[in-house]
């Protein structure tokens, strides 16, 4: 009977609960490391040696063409499935590992795509891409120096001229490389957030242990 209360009363449940208040981000992280593992399940049951998928639609590239199938899947889907450990059982450490390590693959992916694929003008592709990040700038951050009324505007410009500019620059079949690339970026905005969540909230507590204390002293 011990044995049994001490297995019922033991503490599973790490001490931040990420996005207990917040549905939307629970939501999404669950849709994502779903994606995630569904990718490495799918790499783990496509035939080995097999140059094309079962429905004959698109050739294995990049990296995919390089390594095993097999350890291709297992690397997503073991950090998937950490992440979700991470997820369900409150402990920050390894969702944010988990989310890493996706993001990584996710990376690895990408660029090879990207290295697979043609470059039509080397020139027009980054100067669109950093077109895009002074048009994330400029819609986002709040410049002082600089007054809503002229950087919305100037943000949509650049996002639209980049978009098209980047377009022109990848030429034919980047879309499936920038996909994973943004897939990559998602996966480390939620594991590094994850740990400045974390730390933020660790702090929290000990700032009001601390204040505790010291009306407890003071009384």
């Known amino acids: 009977m011990k044995l049994l209360h001490r297995l019922l009363s033991l503490h599973l449940r790490g001490p931040w609960r990420p996005g207990t208040n917040n549905p939307v981000l629970l939501i999404a992280q669950v849709i994502i490391l779903w994606t995630a593992a569904q990718r490495g399940m799918d790499y783990i049951n496509l035939p080995a040696g097999q140059l094309r998928e079962p429905a004959g639609t698109a050739a294995l590239r990049g990296i995919e063409a390089d390594v095993s199938l097999t350890a291709l899947g297992l ?3 073991v950090p998937a499935g950490v992440a979700f450990f ?3 059982t409150g402990w920050s450490k390894p969702l ?6 996706v993001g990584a693959s996710y990376l690895v ?5 990207l290295r697979d694929s043609p470059i039509d003008s080397w020139a027009l592709a980054t100067l669109g891409c950093l077109l895009l990040v002074a048009a994330a700038v400029l819609l986002v951050a709040n410049l002082r120096k600089l007054p809503d009324i002229i950087a919305l505007p100037l943000g949509v410009v650049s996002m639209l001229l980049g978009g098209w500019l980047a377009a022109r620059g990848l030429g034919y079949g980047y879309r499936t490389g920038n996909g994973f690339l943004g ?3 998602l996966h480390f905005v939620f594991g590094f957030g994850t740990q400045i969540l ?3 909230d660790a702090r929290l507590r000990r700032e009001e242990e601390e204040d505790f204390q010291a009306l407890g002293l003071s009384g």
Do not use: D, K, N, V
Request: glycine share 18%; no cysteine; charged share 10%.
């Open 86 to 88: 991470g997820l369900a």
């Open 75 to 77: 690397a997503f889907l």
């Open 198 to 200: 974390a730390r933020r």
């Open 109 to 113: 992916l990408g660029i090879t795509f």
């Open 96 to 101: 944010a590992l988990g989310h890493m390590f």
């Open 183 to 185: 897939g990559a970026a």
